[in-house]
């Protein structure tokens, strides 16, 4: 039988914030300020690894003689290591100790690092690249469980996630930038080297930091292993067939994969909900607030991020520009990111966290739309205002992403809300990049320019359906979901 985390709230209707604020302690934690800032920091790196390759793919898929479909898998393994470690990490963050954790995390980033910087082939620099990913997963969830552990619910949490959801547009616009500088000067292998030094940092100044607070433990005592491998192989499987994909959605390898992920992950929802020690509570998706900010972070993995994702391979390909220029899209939108989370946080309590979501995607997808069509005359400039809008709601967005992703789950369930909140994320934006990879033809810079529009389309108009779905699903679900 399911052990009864959530008691006899029903999380429904529940606030979870709300709740824990009655019985916060009003005393500052000691750990609290150099937590959320290592917190952040390592956010923040996870980023900068995620997007190392973004901006020298061009140079790093010539150098090691990747072919177009090598490219995909380069560009997009990290996201395979993300998505399928962020929610098993998380859970077990809740159950071992997010100290742990993290330091697993920042040990196995770094290793994979340094190895994928020795690795002269694209498919053992791939292998590493999912490896960079689940390293990253960890230190993602349980950064974010750190954060909702030392601050207590309110004006210090909100404060923290804010800082929090800047640190991801900190890392998106340094990674960028990082590859495209060192890269002509010391070699593709550098900027890989220097975030994994910076990783096995993390461990060091982490173990130095003052004792926190108790973690609080997930009911359970034991780890559903069965639960934590379905959890890691359900998404790989899927995000490979999302890959495999740009050869045809109709391959057998390709429908293989998709329908070995669409099982497992069935099979691990049909074992959680029958388990005494479930990693993740099912009923968890009964919770209207949960599953809006989860579809909101699907949305943003799905359309901004993915073709983010792309656009240096454009401006290097479609545009004549050089791997600095292709940062420099990337750059726009991630650092008006970071301004506008800053901004952000200070609007909890003034608007509804719903309301801040769905602008917050609106505005994405009315920035992406902007980008389109491209004529073959088309300069770097025509981008610029288009990344620029898209920035501004990245930033609404994330600044409300990492606050609801803790406040809708207890305590004790902190790094899998984050970790669920996160694997929606990359799952989008594998499934986004598998779209804009499939869509653009890259035979020449001018079919590369004209059809760049129908990603665009497709990346634009979900960022706007969903954004226009969720105020509509959280009314009705406030209308429907009042206790009797």
Known sequence: ???????????????????????????????????????????????????????????????????????????????????????????????????????????????????????????????AR????????????????????????????????????????????????????????????SPYLLVGLLSVGLIVFFRALPANPASPVAAGGRIDYVGAAALIAGPSALLAGLVLGRTGWLQPTVLAFLAAGVLIVAGFVFHERRTEFPLVDIRLFTNWQFVTVTVAAFTAGFGVISLTSYTPTLVEQGLHGSSLAGAVPLVIWSGLSVLVSLVARHLRGRVTPETQLAAGLIIIGAGLATLAPLHDNATLLRLAPGFAIAGLGTGLLNAALGAQAVATVPAHHASMGSGVNNTARYLGSGLGVAVVTSTVNPLSPQALLHSWAVPVTICAAISVVAGAAIPVYARISRGGGEPA
């Open 1 to 127: 039988m399911m052990s009864d985390i959530f008691q006899t709230e029903d999380w429904t209707t529940v606030d979870v914030e709300k709740q824990a604020a009655v019985a916060a302690p009003r005393e500052r934690p000691r750990a609290e300020g150099p937590t959320v800032a290592l917190a952040c920091v390592a956010t923040a790196l996870a980023m900068v690894m995620f997007t190392l390759p973004m901006s020298t793919l061009v140079t790093l898929a010539s150098t090691l003689g990747a072919s177009v479909m090598g490219r995909t898998w380069m560009l997009s393994a990290a996201s395979i290591g993300l998505g399928a470690g962020l929610l098993v990490s998380g859970a077990l963050a809740d159950r071992l100790g997010r100290r742990t954790v993290f330091v697993i995390g920042a040990a196995v980033q770094a290793l994979f690092l340094f190895a994928g910087a020795g690795l002269p082939s694209p498919a053992l620099f791939t292998i």
């Open 130 to 189: 999912i490896g960079q990913g689940l390293g990253a997963a960890a230190l993602v969830a349980t950064s974010l469980g750190l954060i909702a552990q030392v601050t207590a619910p309110g004006h210090r949490r909100t404060r923290a996630t804010g800082l929090w959801g800047a640190s991801l547009g900190v890392g998106i616009l340094i990674g960028p930038l990082l590859s495209a500088l060192l890269e002509p000067a010391t070699g593709w292998r």
